[in-house]
């Protein structure tokens, strides 16, 4: 059993800013990312000991962290026994110029539906068409067709 | 990577989000606290709410047979209250329990969408029957209430008070039912478009 969590540790820690980045694109404050962030390893931790190498270990951690995202019922529960995690960075309030672009891309994906947001997140990630299509569960294909409209949304973003 | 669809709108996206990168390398953000209390989390098959509302309802069926019992209404009120909260506990816990038995959070977010759908439709019936039955419940306590009361101010103060607290419900109930069907849409709606392409 040590060795399972330990390798767990591992992978996760391997793929701890894809997971926070999915957590703060579905959160409204830093608290919601903590629950969020929380709740999607729990969420990877019961899944792991049943992980049978169907898909790439990525692949896998990208499915339960959105679908925990996306279909999380937030704002009916929060949680009280988080433990507070090791990030001293506030995204939504920190007032450097970074924090500013990073809010102004947290702005405009947040505008796209809950599935234009995984698919950008996913290309964010430089996987492949294919790769993407595998999370999502649609075609290469699809994912092209996705991400034109995305960008015609974002262009009508940024005109307006 | 493909990158035929880089365009300067995709590229500013990527451009802010190796802003967001690099700030996330210089953090930790998961400690071994962290792991430890991920690694304790206990999987049931109920959350801690649902059993406190089991455990509520449990709890509230005797005490309402007692309350109406006290007050004198019939033996047929009596039984219609019990089974309308007995049905509506079952119904919960099945709904919690199938919801947590099929929820795969490995599978594709297309076809896990789809099934939460598929439960939460189930839900959304759920809640149209119940509004109606709680409206003839509520029927049913005014015209029981009246029927056993030699007291007319008495039945009229607390048939108000009932109908009151019962139209209150219903409205909750419909408000709740409205938001939860608008959401159900807008997410069919995209899952039809994602699939159509």
Known sequence: ????????????????????????????DTDEINDL????????????????????????????CLNTCISSERKKKRRVETVPLSVDIDLFNDDDSDSRQIRMLYDRINQLGPFDRAIVLLWLENMSYEEIGAVIGISAKNVSVRLVR???????MSNK | METENDTSELNDLRRMNDLLQSKLDKQAIINKDLIE?????????????????????ILTLPFCYWVFYSLGFSLGFRIATIAILGVSLLMSIYQQVTLIRKRKLDEDILLYAEKMQKYRRQNHLWLAIMVPVLLLWIGYFVYDNFSRSGDLHQAIALSIAGIVGGIIGAILGAVQFKRQQRMAKEIIEQIELLKKE
């Open chain 1, 1 to 28: 059993m040590e060795n399972l969590e330990n390798e767990f540790e591992k992978i996760i820690k391997a793929h701890q800013n894809a997971i926070y980045t999915v957590c703060y694109m579905f959160s409204k």
């Open chain 1, 150 to 156: 995305i960008k015609e949304e974002l262009k009508k």
């Open chain 2, 37 to 57: 209390r991920i690694i304790r989390e206990k999987s049931g098959t109920l959350s801690k709410e649902t059993t406190i509302l089991i455990v509520f309802t």
């Open chain 1, 37 to 64: 962030f929380q709740e999607t390893l729990i969420n990877l931790w019961k899944g792991f000991q049943d992980f049978r190498n169907e898909s790439s270990i990525r692949t896998w951690i990208w499915r339960v």
